[in-house]
């Protein structure tokens, strides 16, 4: 009745045999699963709008009940229907990722903890002008629980081979200016800045440091011009 909407979904499988995860190193005999996943959105009313969803996700080799969760919110506001202002934030935990790990040809589950943020703002300035900001950062930590060797029936064995606890950090960033100085004719400009890294050296990490230090990366700035003509 108030234009939003909703959804949920569940869905499960029986045990069963995987040939993916080890990317073309055998077959492994894998435990029920079951995904749950219900999302809502919310119409903008005065100046806020809202969306949300939660999910739960249970595909490691600890069965249907040591499943991840998820959960997402993002908030929009409205200045005046040419300007608006929106910031997403999602936080993850789970206790039984499962990763294949070529370097040592060994399965490992990993507890993951996973902060994400989006953020962004549209101003459309007048009929021929537009400005948009983009922000997207990660920070994820996976810490190494146990490694795993996949026999030749397929059943995964537990492995004395150590797994690398590892952690990732990642942001995007730009700014672009869009210009029709005719009709389906532009002039962009843009700032890009952007950065990723990859760490399994200290083997403490944090997902909350490793999101706010992926604020300081800067492998890549640019400036960008581009005209479009018509």
Do not use: C
Request: no cysteine; aromatic share 14%.
């Amino acid at each position: 009745r108030n234009g939003g909407n909703q959804m949920f979904d569940i869905s499960g499988w029986t045990g069963g045999h995987d040939d993916l995860i080890t990317r073309g190193n055998g077959v492994v005999d894998m435990p029920e699963k079951l995904y749950v996943f219900a999302e809502r959105f919310w119409p903008r009313k005065a100046h806020w709008s809202f969306y949300a969803n939660m999910r739960y996700a249970a595909d490691g080799l600890r069965g249907w009940r040591h499943g991840g969760l998820s959960a997402y919110l993002e908030p929009a506001y409205s200045v005046n229907d040419r300007l608006t202002f929106n910031v997403g934030l999602e936080l993850v935990n789970n206790p039984d990722w499962l990763l294949w790990q070529g370097d040592v040809q060994r399965l490992g589950t990993y507890g993951r903890k996973q902060v994400f943020m989006n953020a962004g703002a549209t101003w459309l300035i007048d009929d021929r002008q537009e400005l948009r900001v983009r922000l997207e950062a990660l920070g994820l930590d996976a810490e190494a629980k146990q490694s795993w060797a996949v026999a030749p029936d397929g059943t995964p064995v537990r492995s004395a081979t150590p797994v690398s606890s590892f952690a990732v950090r990642n942001l995007g960033f730009q700014v672009r200016y869009r210009y029709e100085f005719a009709p389906l004719s532009y002039l962009y400009l843009a700032y890009v800045r952007g950065g990723s890294l990859f760490d399994n050296v200290d083997g403490e990490y944090s997902a909350r440091d490793e999101f706010t230090d992926a604020f300081d990366l800067r492998d890549s700035e640019q400036l960008l011009v581009k005209l479009s003509y018509r």
